[in-house]
């Protein structure tokens, strides 16, 4: 398989691609990373340094690949927290190019614009981007579940609404949506659950709440639960396989008492996931 991944770089730590391409890589997947902006660390540290890529060198890149005859062998194309409109455009043009390559290749969005607490903290332009043109170009989507709730419209608060605004999200034109972070009143303390909506159902996954913030993990559950997706064609084992290597990398970075992930030393759970955790088909 191979994974063209247009996301943002960091030296120090692992967001973007340097979180999402080193566990592909491990599970066997080759990935052509295209990269965004090359900063010294991701912004949530309040400062940062180095270049925002232009859109311009962006897409030359994507060509430079394309004149090497590689497009038809793309299998996917990921894309994460894009930092400008312009990106969209380029993101959504290696999307067609790929595809007019490879008919059978998809494009896999994780459409980032915030979460239910910090709320949006990407430029006010791009949550309706991703919600007017990107979104309905993917055929994979991995929201949280306050961006599901931006997506649709929605309020999703527990498991019914969020299948309801899932299903609303379907309708937009990706047909699989993976929703992490979901929380419910139902559900008991100390824990949280993905849920993963297809043609063919839904199924959800509980796993312990480690209590810690995690830049770049939403990167890893992505690409993990993407890649699985399409080498097995089974939601309910992608899941499982996701949740599990994620679960694994968050204990050994909280364990750590380090901020950054622990992405090379939980390299293990990565090609062997555990699977302790059960995926409850719910629809």
Known sequence: ?????????????????????????????????????????HTG?????????????????????????VLPEIDVVLSGYQGGEGIADVVLDAVARVK?????????????????????????????????????????????????????????????????????????????????????????????????VTDDGAWIVQTPRIPMKANGSGDVTAALFTAHLQQTGDAALALSRAASSVFDLLQTTHDSGERELKLVEAQRFYADPRMQFEVRRVR
Not at 45 to 69: C, F, H, K, N, Q
């Open 1 to 41: 398989m191979k994974v063209l991944s247009i996301q943002s770089a960091v030296a120090y730590g692992h967001v973007g691609n340097s979180a999402a391409v080193f566990p592909l890589q491990r599970i066997g997947v080759d990935v052509l990373p295209v990269y965004t902006v090359n900063f010294s660390n």
């Open 45 to 69: 540290y309040g400062v940062w340094r180095g270049p925002l890529i232009s859109p311009e060198d962006v897409r030359a890149v994507i060509t430079g690949i394309e004149e090497r005859g």
């Open 100 to 196: 007019a390559a490879n008919p059978d290749a998809v494009y896999a969005c994780d459409p980032v614009m915030g979460n239910a607490v910090s709320g949006c903290f990407v430029a006010p332009a791009i949550p309706v981007l991703l919600r007017d043109r990107v979104v309905p170009a993917a055929d994979i989507i991995t929201p949280n579940q306050f961006e599901l709730g931006f997506l649709t419209g929605t309020e999703p608060g527990d498991l019914d609404s969020t299948l309801v605004s899932a299903d609303l999200a379907r309708e937009m034109g990706p047909s699989t949506v993976l929703v992490t972070s979901v929380l419910q009143p139902e559900a008991p303390d100390g824990t949280i659950e993905m849920l993963a």
